[in-house]
């Protein structure tokens, strides 16, 4: 069960990922800001990472721990600048999809107020 605090926590963090993408995509940012941009990613990747694996959703936290493996800080001048910029808007749009992840399925059957049951149950 997860508290509402650690999923305000996670939308949070998510919302603020998914902008400092966004202003990393709509204007080219200097090295200087280039390392915020990282150090943002980096965290909200850590923090769907840890929620995907505690949902067991396997995939989706090694997809997020992927990503800090490409956004990590200490390796920022790997890539050329193309490069980062189509990272850039991938990991946008797997942020901004992210909650989609995290939405409860209603694949199951829910006590109805009016009290019809499924037939066959007693």
Partial sequence: MVHPK?????????????VTL??????RSSPDYRMAVEVVVSVGAIVLAVSALSAHKII?????????????????????????SMFDMLTLALFAASPIMFRKSSTGFRKSPIGFRKPGTP
């Fill in 60 to 84: 989706w936290g090694l997809v997020f721990l992927g990503l800090l493996g490409v956004f990590t800080p200490f390796r920022s001048s790997q890539f050329s600048s193309a490069l980062v």
């Fill in 6 to 18: 650690t999923c305000n926590l996670r939308k949070f963090i998510t919302l603020f990922t998914v």
């Fill in 22 to 27: 966004a202003a990393a995509v709509l204007w």
